[in-house]
């Protein structure tokens, strides 16, 4: 099965291309909104999730968030397969930057810089838009199956202008040495439900998140940065915070604290553009949540 879908993106990825903006974006958005009235195991995981972070919606008013979130998600996957065509100043004038300067400023010193988002918006098209300021951003992927959609999507992202490693034991090295080097380190960071995750408190709730970019901040001193990336009619808007690292405690404790800001800073984010959170899987630990090693 997972090779069929692999393939499904790969022929995806052709033919969208091809196809009229209009009709392109029209055909995915109205997927979105047929995907949100069915009972689907991914789009049920989408609504309880935003129910937790929108506890005060109606019924009709969820089921109006639960579409609108359905047509992003569409609208992440229809900007995949065409970004690749778009000219360096459609990416550029399509980007609306809060606090730009925490990372620009930062990376034109010569300091690393690591930024820390969930998966919300349009992320690679954020990461395209520094590339394009001459900024060398580095990124991680996990390995995907087949083979070959694993590889599209390395050829994706390097198109773009990224560095992206596979995500495996010597990736850390690697990214805490591009750090001492002044590059920037971006990692989507707001899941992580393996038994190495560090326990966060996420809409009131417990979930869990990935070290990472607390770990790589600790270790090489480079700024740590939070982004919420959501979207805008013609573009995305980004939305930088700066997150002080804690300097006293165990490096566990820090590690667990700077995890926590995070946390709270997503929070913050989604919860103003919680439609643009492509958040369809299990995020919390609570109720039925069963300890597997193996998820990522």
Same mark, same amino acid.
């Given at each position: 099965?997972?090779? &069929? *879908?692999?393939?499904? +993106?790969? &022929?995806?990825?052709?033919?969208?291309? #091809?196809?009229?903006?209009?009709?392109?974006?029209?055909?995915?958005?109205?997927?979105?909104?047929?995907?949100?009235?069915? %009972?689907?195991?991914?789009?049920?995981? /989408?609504r309880?999730?935003?129910?937790?972070?929108?506890p005060?919606?109606?019924?009709?008013?969820m089921?109006?968030?639960?579409?609108d979130?359905?047509?992003?998600y569409?609208? +992440?996957?229809?900007?995949?397969f065409?970004?690749?065509?778009?000219?360096?100043?459609r990416?550029?004038?399509?980007v609306? *930057?809060? %606090?730009?300067?925490?990372?620009? %400023?930062?990376a034109?010193?010569?300091?690393?810089?690591?930024?820390? &988002?969930?998966h919300?918006?349009?992320?690679d098209?954020?990461?395209?838009?520094?590339?394009g300021?001459? #900024?060398? /951003?580095?990124?991680?992927?996990?390995r995907?199956?087949?083979?070959?959609?694993f590889?599209?999507f390395?050829?994706?992202?390097?198109?773009?202008?990224?560095?992206?490693?596979?995500?495996d034991?010597?990736?850390?090295?690697?990214?805490?040495?591009?750090?001492?080097?002044?590059k /920037?380190?971006a990692?989507?960071?707001?899941r992580? &439900?393996?038994?190495?995750g #560090?326990a966060?408190?996420f809409?009131?709730?417990?979930?869990?998140?990935?070290?990472g970019?607390?770990?790589?901040?600790?270790?090489?001193?480079?700024?740590?940065? $939070?982004? /919420?990336?959501?979207?805008?009619? !013609?573009?995305i !808007?980004?939305?930088f915070?700066?997150?002080?690292?804690?300097?006293?405690?165990?490096l566990?404790?820090?590690?667990?604290?700077?995890?926590?800001?995070?946390?709270?800073?997503?929070?913050s984010?989604?919860?103003? !553009?919680?439609? %643009?959170? !492509?958040?369809l899987?299990?995020?919390? $630990?609570?109720?039925?949540?069963?300890?597997?090693e193996d998820?990522?």
């Amino acid at each position: 099965m997972q090779t &069929l *879908v692999g393939w499904i +993106y790969i &022929l995806a990825w052709r033919l969208i291309r #091809i196809v009229p903006e209009k009709s392109a974006y029209a055909l995915f958005y109205f997927i979105g909104e047929r995907l949100s009235k069915s %009972d689907g195991k991914a789009v049920a995981r /989408l609504r309880s999730n935003l129910q937790r972070v929108r506890p005060d919606l109606s019924s009709i008013e969820m089921d109006d968030l639960l579409r609108d979130a359905m047509r992003s998600y569409m609208r +992440y996957w229809c900007d995949t397969f065409r970004i690749p065509e778009w000219s360096r100043e459609r990416i550029d004038s399509t980007v609306e *930057v809060i %606090d730009e300067h925490l990372l620009v %400023d930062a990376a034109a010193s010569g300091q690393g810089v690591i930024v820390s &988002l969930p998966h919300s918006g349009n992320w690679d098209h954020a990461g395209a838009y520094f590339t394009g300021k001459g #900024i060398h /951003l580095v990124t991680v992927a996990e390995r995907l199956k087949p083979e070959r959609l694993f590889n599209e999507f390395l050829k994706f992202r390097a198109s773009l202008g990224m560095e992206v490693l596979s995500l495996d034991s010597r990736s850390i090295v690697t990214l805490m040495q591009r750090l001492r080097e002044g590059k /920037l380190v971006a990692l989507v960071a707001d899941r992580d &439900l393996s038994n190495s995750g #560090i326990a966060v408190e996420f809409f009131g709730y417990p979930s869990r998140m990935p070290a990472g970019p607390a770990v790589l901040a600790i270790k090489t001193g480079a700024v740590l940065l $939070t982004a /919420l990336v959501s979207y805008t009619p !013609h573009g995305i !808007h980004i939305h930088f915070r700066k997150v002080d690292v804690p300097s006293n405690g165990t490096l566990e404790e820090r590690v667990s604290a700077t995890v926590q800001i995070c946390a709270s800073h997503f929070e913050s984010g989604i919860k103003k !553009h919680a439609q %643009d959170w !492509h958040m369809l899987q299990r995020i919390w $630990t609570d109720g039925d949540f069963k300890e597997r090693e193996d998820v990522k």
